[in-house]
T-cell receptor, first 112, second 112 residues
Framework: EPEVTQTPSHQVTQMGQEVILRCVPI?????FYWYRQILGQKVEFLVS????????KSEIFDDQFSVERPDGSNFTLKIRSTKLEDSAMYFC??????????FGSGTQLSVL | SQQGEEDPQALSIQEGENATMNCSYK?????LQWYRQNSGRGLVHLIL?????REKHSGRLRVTLDTSKKSSSLLITASRAADTASYFC????????????FGSGTRLLVRP
């Protein structure tokens, strides 16, 4: 069964450093998402991406965040200058024209 | 405002018993979905119910939706130890065709 893959599974970085989280959505999907989950808390929407542009973003997704689909397969989330409070599990998700989201296994980001 | 709040936050039952989880939300929705998350893993879609539906079944899962009360319930019948996971409701808001908003989740423990 096709799946969303995310790399790396764990990322440790120093505060102020840039990180790029990578995702390969399911190949025929059209809509792409990033969510995050701080330990023990709810899954929070960050951004949705469709037709090569951001379709919606949350208040969390400020100027420090950016997304890119550099080629036909990858979908990346960049955090320009990480803060301690960016430590979380980051999930990529994708879907086709249906409403069901398919999630990757996540990247655990630890900012020290 | 928060969309999608589950209760209880945690539920512990014996194998073979039924588990009921509830979700409340605030805004008008197109659909409501339930997802499952095993510890430290991505979310897996379980079932979707549209705003014009009242009840839906899938295997041992039964979902109800009451749009007048802005609430939904997920019933897992004849629970198994393997059902141990966190369960999240997610709403597709009427004013957005792009994002799903997740609740805070119910942690279900099924004791063998």
């Amino acid at each position: 069964e096709p799946e969303v893959t995310q790399t790396p599974s764990h990322q440790v970085t120093q505060m102020g450093q840039e990180v790029i989280l990578r995702c390969v959505p399911i190949s025929n999907h059209l809509y792409f998402y990033w969510y995050r989950q701080i330990l023990g808390q709810k899954v929070e929407f960050l951004v949705s991406f469709y037709n090569n542009e951001i379709s919606e973003k949350s208040e969390i997704f400020d100027d420090q965040f950016s997304v890119e689909r550099p080629d036909g397969s990858n979908f990346t989330l960049k955090i320009r200058s990480t803060k301690l409070e960016d430590s979380a599990m980051y999930f990529c998700a994708s879907r086709d024209r249906g409403e069901k989201l398919f999630f990757g296994s996540g990247t655990q980001l630890s900012v020290l | 405002s928060q969309q999608g709040e589950e209760d209880p936050q945690a539920l512990s039952i014996q194998e073979g018993e039924n588990a009921t989880m509830n979700c409340s939300y605030k805004t008008s929705i197109n659909n409501l979905q339930w997802y499952r998350q095993n510890s430290g893993r991505g979310l897996v879609h379980l079932i979707l119910i549209r705003s014009n539906e009242r009840e839906k079944h899938s295997g041992r899962l039964r979902v109800t939706l009451d749009t007048s009360k802005k609430s939904s319930s997920l019933l897992i019948t004849a629970s198994r130890a393997a059902d141990t996971a966190s369960y999240f409701c997610a709403t597709g808001p009427m004013d957005s065709s792009y994002k799903l908003i997740f609740g805070s989740g119910t942690r279900l423990l099924v004791r063998p």
